[in-house]
Every structure is written in structure tokens, then in C-alpha cells.
Nanobody, 123 residues
Framework: QVHLVESGGGLVQAGGSLRLSCVAS????????TSWYRQAPGKQRELVAS???????NYVGSMKGRFAVSRDNAKNTVFLEMSILKPEDTAVYYC?????????????????WGQGTLVTVSS
């Protein structure tokens, strides 16, 4: 199993920056991809960015150019650097890890989620 803990959220003014961290524990060697999602009040959870175990990154929509995802494999940590923050970036940010485990004798793709960290951007 994989356990994720996010940190780094807080209150920031529009135009500011924040760095979120997602620390993984447990079967970290089985992690394939790690993604950041966010959920704003009253809205559905949406994908923000992802990074593969090999370091390939992917960004979604308006986050391109403002957000950067990276990883430190030695520390089992994935980061989300957010800059030029806007009030509409206000949300709870979640980390998700896709990993491979053996369930009932079969290789099975599973996912783990962190508890989320709140980012509030004031205008």
C-alpha cells in the first residue's frame, strides 16, 4: 500500500507563489504516476498536473506555464510549484499516486489519495 501526505497550502495574495509537497510512504517503489488534483468549493475535482516515475510531466489547461510539477525520488516527494496565483486557484489540492500491487495473486493497478491541503488565494 501507499500512503500520501500533502503539505504547503495556505493563504496567499493574487500573483503570489506556493510550493506544495506530497510525501509518499509504504510501497513507494511500486508508484507509477503521481498527480495533483484540486477541488474548488461547489465544483468537481479536476486534474492539475501529473508526473511519471521517469519524470515526464503533463499539465492541464490554465495551469500550463504557471504550475510546475517535479519529484525528488530520494525523498519520495512530489512537488507542485504554483506561481502567478489567481483567486480562481483557490481549492483543496490533493495528491494521487497510481501504483501496482498484488491482489489475490494478481498484479492490480491501484490508487492512493492524500488528505488534501487548502490553498486560498485572496484578490
Amino acid at each position: 500500500q501507499v500512503h500520501l501526505v500533502e503539505s504547503g497550502g495556505g493563504l496567499v495574495q493574487a500573483g503570489g507563489s506556493l510550493r506544495l509537497s506530497c510525501v509518499a510512504s509504504g510501497s513507494t517503489n511500486s508508484i507509477l504516476d503521481t498527480s495533483w488534483y484540486r477541488q474548488a468549493p461547489g465544483k468537481q475535482r479536476e486534474l492539475v498536473a501529473s508526473i511519471t516515475s521517469g519524470g515526464k510531466t503533463n499539465y492541464v489547461g490554465s495551469m500550463k506555464g504557471r504550475f510546475a510539477v517535479s519529484r525528488d525520488n530520494a525523498k519520495n516527494t512530489v512537488f507542485l510549484e504554483m506561481s502567478i496565483l489567481k483567486p480562481e486557484d483557490t481549492a483543496v489540492y490533493y495528491c494521487r499516486a497510481d501504483f501496482l500491487d498484488v491482489v489475490d495473486g494478481r498484479d492490480t493497478y491501484l490508487e492512493a489519495w492524500g488528505q488534501g491541503t487548502l490553498v486560498t488565494v485572496s484578490s
